[in-house]
């Protein structure tokens, strides 16, 4: 299933209305409405913050196994990749976790955080 029919029928089976979802996952609604409509590509943010929203797992939506992975407009494209490609569900798991609680906190401290996790890259 496409991404945005997977965020059509997972908003819907909680009688959200686009407009609740946009509000609770802190994105724009025009966003979300390309993003369902499948006119958007999501960011790996956007999927994350929408995930969180929808207190579902970032699995929800398929990522691991769509072959159109490579149209998704990741923010930091190599970092998602590397966290595509883990394979343990336990692993992918905490590190879900983790970036549920990144996306928590002030921006200004998310971009330090991923300053911090850049300057750890070999």
Known sequence: MEIGKKIIA?????????YRLFKEAGISQSNLSRIEGGLLSPSYKQLCKIAVA???????????NDKRLEKLNFETKPLAEEIIDIKDDEMFHIIETMIRQILRLPEDYQRSIAK????MRP
């Open 10 to 18: 997972l908003r819907k089976q909680r009688g959200w209305t686009q």
């Open 116 to 119: 911090i996790i850049d300057s």
């Open 54 to 64: 929808l207190n579902v797992s970032i699995q929800e939506f398929d990522i691991i």
